[in-house]
């Protein structure tokens, strides 16, 4: 079992940055990768970035491409993000979550692909 401990949310005006952070905790000697979903209220669950967490392959939502950037700490099982030119868009609940191991046709933007999640932290921008 893992477990995921989100911190750094809060509230940020348009334009500003936040840094979230990840701690991942457990049997995570054979986790691939770690991500971040955001849940917007009266919107799905979608995803934000991901890295593995050795920090050789990334991806991000075309969203926040060039504004988030993911990293990872191997040693430690922390992941980060960090979130510069804040828009209102971004206001939602972040989740960062991790696989059990990796599989065969591991998507890192694929939710499904994840098997442990936080209780996640929410982000507010003001306009």
């Known amino acids: 079992q893992v477990q995921l401990v989100e911190s750094g949310g809060g509230l940020a005006q348009a334009g500003g940055s936040l840094r979230l952070s990840c701690a991942a905790s457990?049997?995570?000697?054979?986790?691939?990768?770690v991500a971040w979903f955001r849940q917007a209220p009266g919107k799905e669950r979608e995803f934000v970035a991901a890295?593995?967490?050795?920090?050789?392959?990334?991806t991000y939502a075309d969203a926040v491409k060039g504004r988030f950037t993911i990293s990872s700490d191997n040693a430690s099982k922390t992941a980060f993000l960090q979130m510069n030119s804040l828009k209102p868009e971004d206001t939602a609940v972040y989740y960062c979550?991790?696989?059990?191991?990796?599989?065969?046709?591991?998507?890192?933007?694929?939710?499904?692909?994840?098997?442990?999640w936080g209780q996640g932290t929410q982000v507010t921008v003001s306009s």
């Open positions: 457990g049997r995570t000697s054979t986790s691939y990768a």
């Open positions: 890295i593995t967490w050795g920090g050789g392959k990334s």
């Open positions: 979550a991790t696989d059990a191991y990796y599989v065969a046709g591991f998507e890192l933007d694929d939710a499904l692909d994840y098997d442990f």
